[in-house]
């Protein structure tokens, strides 16, 4: 690709974002009311409560602590069981979405196998916010909804994401078991499986982390999960409250992320033996000394605890309402889905002209809008991202940049862990939850959307930019230090355009997550697909409410597709392995 | 052991065998060689049914593979192991764990899960012997990308044995690994197969190997024999001036 025109065509699509989503420079300076609520909002990060905020409630005795860790521990439970019921729609979807299960598939198969993977990504197209309240209008507030609201999109993205990594795995050592005479199972098994075992484990505990972000953003919609205690301490002015629960939540995700690094690193590395035994040592003691992870073992052994506990803890999952009730609700929310002509009318021929309305009012406008802010958003965290991999590199912000020894060097090397620093909390802040109190600073502009987005993508997008960084094998890089060039000049010389298209694929990757976030922000307040949601929801035109679900859903879907032809195209041309779309977290830093 | 009787194999136009003829007695050495496209690769897929004729019979021990079921074919495949080119090692594996695969067909998916999960005490002794007698008994549970390249031969020539075939099929097994390995690996799987009088056939691109190692080299090119017997002198101009 060439980079001039991309770089342009990037430039472009940015400020004509800018333009249509009417974000004025003048919005970016925070009325007064703003600054002086951004200036308590942040001198209260350095004062988190460590007890109720409102006299009443110190005074009734009940623990604060209490109330983070029950938020907490039901945000984790959330996410965990929702995990586990993902696992098995992605363990069977991959499969079955895999090129390598078929072997040679008959033509309908092979149907069968591209159905099923439009299907996942279809899943994965709404977002979970959206399921949350289809689920909740459906049959109330209830734990099930929550559950399943996370579920079926993280099935959905885990499906996907198995097919490639299982198609990618496929080896000659399935080839070798079915020319043994093993059958087609246990060559899958033995030979695609295990080959894919690691990049499987590593995807999932990431999924696992996003999973945490999003049971606390079901908060905003009423499920008691820390999101609903941030939006509530805010509405009572409780800014240091809103700290505990983020500091909190930031650890979790933190201490989630920290755990799934380094089973990627066990798993891909391996350990070696405890001690080199001689070649004439018995079986037992080679058994005994030979190397083995206990990190992986506790890790495994903890999720397994946490999944069944996530289950067992719950003591209904209903939403308390009789059985008769939780019917009734069902069947007046499916009723009220029909288009409200058609109910009226009992004609269908009626919808057209109501569809047409719709879209042309408000649909399409909306749905351009929140193209725009996906889009702008994913630009600008990769331009972010883009420069701090100049200082946040690890093989560039050493003393010795990639073994060329350099005078000095130390303040690089501080300002080094502090980028990095900042993109893990940058990445671990959900989107949604950046986004609701950046518009409090901001107020109702668009800005903050941006920024809730940029933030958080681009905080992973540096992350995944600095691996690409420090595993180029290229020695252009070194050439360059050695001739006496700064860091600078080597990055932006050679490490940058030798990677830049690996730089745009993982681009692509984000942007079609930016799109789907988008869909969903609008909800709080601002002009896109979200806000016609929550319009709808609120004023119970449920009919309304799934014609925009099913629009945000369709767009997203596309972006899914074009993200995927277009990461197709640039894997190719850098002779990657085709299948490879979804790459984050994979490779260690060496 | 191997019977070809009029051969042809067509891939969608392209002629890969012409009405091959050719019988592969049971532990005798065989080395395939020849240019390539010369139809090596294609004559070992016929061997152990990874392909089957466009027309003709190819049999092994009598058993036509063409008619067989699909039961049965994996009864002909187990008895038949297979060393490709890139060892076909699965590398986040422990040694073990990859030689336990070499029996897929006899354990089965359950088999083969519990061998992985947790090997039976018969199966270790048995496996780590294989190992002493390849010179790396101490690699027993070592992850099988830790080790060298000519380690991990071992372990796949290991995994063929554990297999206890009636003959060994080795597609190009040394076409990318330096001079020495090469001969390593070929001296190992010769002396193996003649100890344990297996039928070996591999296909070779360095003519020094086959002559020095191979009772019996067969030339092809362009999907013919166009030389078979014994690496003799008057073998190996024809040898020779096969890739002119």
Known sequence: MKRRWFLLTAVAFFFAGLWFLDANLKDLVPSEGGRRMAGEFASAALRPALTFEDAGMRESGASFAGKIATALWLTIRYAVVAMSLALVIGLVGGVLGARSWWGRPSRALEVFRRFIRLLATAVRSVHELMWALLFISAVGTSPLAAVLALALPFGGTLAKVFSELLDEAHSSASEVMRATGGNGFAAFLGGVVMRALPDLVTYTLYRLECGIRSSAVLGFVGIPTIGFHIKTSFEDGHYREIWSYLYALLAVVIFFEWVGSRVRDAMSQGKASKKTLSADASAIELFQQRGKSHFLRATGFLVAVLAVAGWLFEPDWSSGLSQERRLENFQRFTQELIPYPVRAEGDWSTMGPWLKELLLWDGLQALWRTFHLGTSAALLAGAVALCGILWGARSLARKAPRGVPMAGGFGRMVLGKVVRGSAIVARSFPEFILAFLLLQVFGPTVWALIFALAIHNGGILLRLGAEVVDNASSRSAEVILLQGGSRSAAYLGALLPEGFNRQVLFLFYRWETCIREATMLGMLGVGSLGYLISEAKVRLYFDEMLVWVILGGLLVFLGDLTSDWVRKRLREGEGLPRNRSVAPYRRSVK | ?244
């Open chain 2, 1 to 244: 052991m191997f019977e070809l009787q009029k051969v042809s194999l067509d891939y969608g136009g392209t002629l890969a065998l012409k009405e091959m003829d050719l019988s592969l007695g049971a532990g005798e050495q065989v080395c395939l060689i020849g240019p390539s496209g010369a139809g090596k690769t294609s004559l070992l897929g016929l061997l152990n049914g990874r392909v089957f004729p466009t027309s003709g019979r190819v049999s092994v021990n009598g058993e036509d593979l063409t008619s067989l079921s699909s039961k049965s074919l994996r009864q002909v495949r187990s008895r038949i192991a297979w060393v490709p080119q890139d060892l076909g090692l699965v590398p986040n594996l422990r040694v073990n764990q990859n030689i336990a695969c070499g029996r897929v067909a006899a354990k089965g998916t359950f088999g083969l899960l519990r061998s992985f999960l947790a090997m039976g005490k018969g199966e270790r002794d048995e496996i780590h012997q294989l190992l002493v007698r390849m010179g790396i008994g101490e690699k027993l549970y070592e992850r099988t990308d830790h080790l060298s390249g000519g380690q991990q031969q071992r372990v796949a020539v290991a995994r063929a044995l554990f297999q206890k075939p009636r003959a060994i099929l080795a597609d190009e097994p040394v076409s990318a690994i330096d001079p020495e390995r090469a001969k390593d690996l070929i001296e190992l799987l010769t002396t193996v197969a003649r100890e344990e009088g297996l039928t070996l056939v591999a296909s070779l691109h360095d003519v020094s190997l086959a002559q020095r190692y191979f009772d019996r080299v067969i030339g092809l090119r362009s999907g013919e024999v166009v030389f078979d017997g014994k690496a003799s002198d008057e073998g190996l101009e024809k040898l020779y001036r096969l890739g002119a």
